[in-house]
């Protein structure tokens, strides 16, 4: 199975995976108590420092070490649950986990405890996860940079004076920073994949209703999706096979086919077509386009072909998703806007007041643009298997010292770390990011490649196989948790 099968060597600095976990926790050389403390010792020392992380914004102690001493005692007693049995996992303050309040990133929401796990994070309990706490996000998932004024700006752990990416910054903080493997995430616009390109980690949007959303902040419900940041392509796929399939609380999950991780360790890319419409891909930072180029002609080296395609109305589509989107987060929060609309921060504040001009002439006409952009996507993907794209325009930009405390509004660089992610958003089809490489400065790149309606396997496994061929970096800041030292 996909825990069990040997682990490559991968190229450059290796990260911790669910699998290393899972062996030292077997062979007895650590327990998920000793691992536990670890990781506790980790998000306060992470928060504590000059500037603080901010990946994790809260991590109830004892409720970390309750789960850490059941699993233990499993383990003593030859009863573990699987390979995530006592593994550390962040999950991102959108979707419910008991005993936290969900914020959403806000300083207002999540004044009391969820009543009920959401069923991603049921699912990751029931198969004996050790959810770490809740991780922070940009403020009700408007913005793509993982600012917040509420809770502290998430840091880049590739380089601190830099931007995570959003909104499931935290997560993608958390993972590059070694507190955990894998952490939840959710992704109505990109916010997935920006962060996990930004911080140098894999980042799964599945396909629209693989997943369910129950129990999942419903800001943007006809986009939004919730799927896995991980360190590696494995350790995506398993959290990937623990969250999706059908869930009666969600019927939009109800007609899917099976799961699958069909050929996952196939290394060869025969009968594999990667599209790429090149001025789409070549519309990025001349560092995005150079390292991404790099990895396609190492996956054609692998068996892969490559075939130029054509897409239609990108611009249209942008717009549509921008209409889309903020209509919907607008139509979520109609009932805080008298009490609260003060208490967010201002960036939010100014995107809100930008939605509420929108109407329901411009929703409609967004719609017909939608309907046209999944036609479009559906023509190209019947001559290819994959579309591949770099994973944002730029790289992670610097935070701007005077965009804190207060925040900041930037659309013009929104745009370039959005340009590659709406599209698998609109038309509801998955998509990944996955390391390909980095730029001179030592920021991560990421590539992106968009499939076929349920097809998350065709992605993950590209995914294994660029990870035998880019060398991986170690971020500036790293917590080895399994050897208790930080780098």
Known sequence: SLSQSPRQSQPGFSFATVQDYAQAYRSGSITPEQVAHSVLQAITDSNERDPALRAIIACLHEDVLAQARASTQRFQAGQALGPFDGVPVAVKDEVDQIPYGTTVGTRFLGQQPASQDSTVVARMRAAGAMLIGKANMHEIGIGVTGLNPHHGTVRNPYNTAHYTGGSSSGPAAAVAAGLCPVAIGADGGGSIRIP???????GLKPTYGRVSEFGAAPLDWSVAASGPLAATARD?????????????????????????????????????????YMPWFNHASPSMVEACSAVLEQLKELGAQVREIVIPELEAARVAHVVTITSEMMAALERYRGAHARDYGLDVRLSLALAQAFTSRDYIQAQRVRTRTIAHFRQALEQVNVIVTPATGITAPPIPPDALPAGESDLSTLTELMRFAIQANLTGLPAISFPAGYAADGLPVGLQAIGRPWEEHVLLRLTHVAEQIVERQAPQLHYKILSDTVS
């Open 196 to 202: 996990a390109s930004f911080c140098g980690v894999v």
């Open 236 to 276: 995506a796929a398993l959290a990937y096979a623990v969250m999706a399939g059908p869930d009666p609380n969600d019927p939009g999950t109800l007609r899917q086919p099976p799961v699958t991780m069909q050929d996952f360790d196939n290394l060869d890319l025969s009968g594999l077509t990667l599209g790429v």
